[in-house]
């Protein structure tokens, strides 16, 4: 069986194709990889984290007994553990890479495996192609777990509270901490759960964790930060305004939010806001990098702030390239993955998660006041998605058929541009946009449209539909 990197990461069906035996071997291809191409200043040494899902745990020790019989000295977590502390944990300890046992936010029948590179940050393409191409180039090699940890080559170890005082010292915690914040946290059921309330225990900020209880299942949902996850906390909300609610996703590198009463608040909104506190009240300077299916109001904020912006394609480790060249304000991706500077090239949903309560902790005023100045500065900039089944085979003449035939305007303004390095990307004179690529991981084809109102964005996805049925 053939396994094959996505956007972030090998992902498979627990049982069927996601199994111990495919782990082990993907284990020993990347083993081998790391021992072909040593990196100077690193040690042999490799980070394994896990999140809540099924049988996560025995899947990452399988990994540990693989690299430990590769002669690596092996780090394991005793508990499920979010990926950017893993992350962190690479970059800290001086490891040649990591592995985190995750599937991020995909259905709960699904497991994967993230590659992390020496700096911290999800592992290039490059990297990922040439671990597949060693796929059964050895036997694979293991010693037991039991028998690893006797012989010290695997040791036990939580690299929560290492992280945790990392971003203690990325975000002004004092000004957090005396800021008397009531915010709650939706974990979506994932490795965040907790994470705020211990950051934050001691201080005068109140949190409330909401799904926070390990279920395999995740209550019925796929642990994603988008709207139709967020049914229970948003009536939650109603009844028990908070400040804010911060949402991170199932391994907890990504984040969301809806206001204190309930209201979703798009991913973009997040990034804006946070674009505008690091340049207006910290002052900050510096390239800004985003993936292509980002909002174009980060276009006029870097615009009207004389900031270089770069946009790549979709998926994190495109960022992290760029962030790695150093001189990066701020990284960020439409799912919520946002990476900061000084800190890893990676995105980290708590890290955001508190420099947005930084953000309300300097302003004073209500997040939906915050997103309406941007709004009047920059233009109103509404945004929706549809994710559609649509096969597999049909995508690449789905494709091609989008690059040959570009509508001629989009609602009434003219085209102004096509972009086709990841998807394709219809961009009117006006500004709104429409964008339709497939999933890295499943057979789903994700539609996006950016407009000047909800309606407008109603319109430009039900074209997109309309595009999917020419195929």
Same mark, same amino acid.
């Given at each position: ?19 111990? !035996? ?57 508990? &499920? ?48 192609? !040439? ?33 945790? !005082? ?34 934050? !225990? ?138 900061? &500077? ?71 303004? &003219? ?57």
């Amino acid at each position: 069986m053939s396994i094959k990197f996505g956007t972030d990461g090998w992902r498979a069906v627990i049982a069927d194709e996601f199994t111990f !035996a495919n782990v082990a071997r993907v284990s020993q291809a990347t083993a081998d990889y790391w021992t072909q191409n040593p990196v100077a200043g690193t040690e042999r040494k490799v980070i394994i984290g896990y999140d809540r899902r099924f049988a996560s745990d025995t899947f990452a020790g399988r990994a540990a007994e693989v690299f430990a019989g590769n002669g690596f000295r092996v780090i394991l977590t005793p508990c &499920p553990t979010p990926t950017p502390s893993v992350s962190y944990a690479v970059k800290a300890l001086h490891a040649i890479g990591g592995v985190m046992i995750t599937a991020s936010h995909n259905p709960p029948a699904f497991n994967g495996f993230k590659l992390k590179s020496h700096y911290g940050g999800s592992a290039e393409s490059e990297t990922c192609q !040439a671990v597949e191409k060693l796929l059964d180039r050895n036997a694979v090699r293991s010693k037991a777990l039991a028998e690893a940890i006797k012989a010290k080559l695997i040791r036990i170890k939580d690299v929560r509270p290492a992280h945790y !005082a990392a971003l203690k010292r990325l975000v002004d915690f004092k000004l957090i901490a005396g800021s008397r914040l009531r915010f709650a946290h939706e974990a979506l059921f994932g490795v965040g759960a907790g994470c705020f309330e211990e950051l934050l !225990a001691g201080t005068t900020c109140r949190v409330t964790t909401l799904n926070g209880e390990h279920d395999v299942m995740f209550g019925g949902i796929n642990p994603e930060p988008v709207k139709q996850n967020y049914g229970r906390s948003s009536a939650f909300l109603k009844k028990h305004p908070h400040d804010i609610c911060l949402v991170t996703d199932g391994d907890a590198d990504r984040v969301g939010g809806m206001d204190g009463q309930g209201n979703y608040l798009t991913t973009h909104q997040l990034i804006c806001l946070l674009l505008h506190h690091f340049v207006v009240n910290r002052q900050g300077r510096g390239r800004v990098v985003k993936a292509l299916n980002t909002t174009s109001m980060l276009d006029a904020m870097c615009a009207a702030y004389g900031l270089e912006l770069i946009e790549t394609g979709v998926g994190f480790k495109y960022i992290a390239a760029e962030m790695i060249k150093g001189g990066v304000l701020l990284g960020a991706e439409e799912s919520g993955g946002i990476g900061f &500077p000084n800190h890893i090239p990676e995105r980290d949903g708590i890290a955001a998660g508190l420099m947005l309560l930084e953000l309300l902790a300097t302003e004073r005023v209500s997040v939906n006041k915050l997103i309406a100045n941007l709004a009047k500065q920059f233009g109103p900039h509404h945004y929706g998605r549809i994710d559609t089944r649509f096969p597999l085979e049909k995508r690449a003449e789905l494709m091609e058929f989008l690059r040959k035939n570009p509508p001629a305007r989009l609602l009434r303004s &003219p085209l102004a541009d096509v972009k086709t390095y990841d998807g394709v990307k219809f961009i009117a004179q006006d500004s709104s946009w429409l964008m339709l690529r497939g999933s890295g991981t499943e057979p789903i084809l994700r539609i996006y449209a950016e407009a000047k109102s909800d309606a407008d964005v109603g319109k430009l996805l039900s074209h997109g539909v309309r595009l999917t049925q020419q195929v």
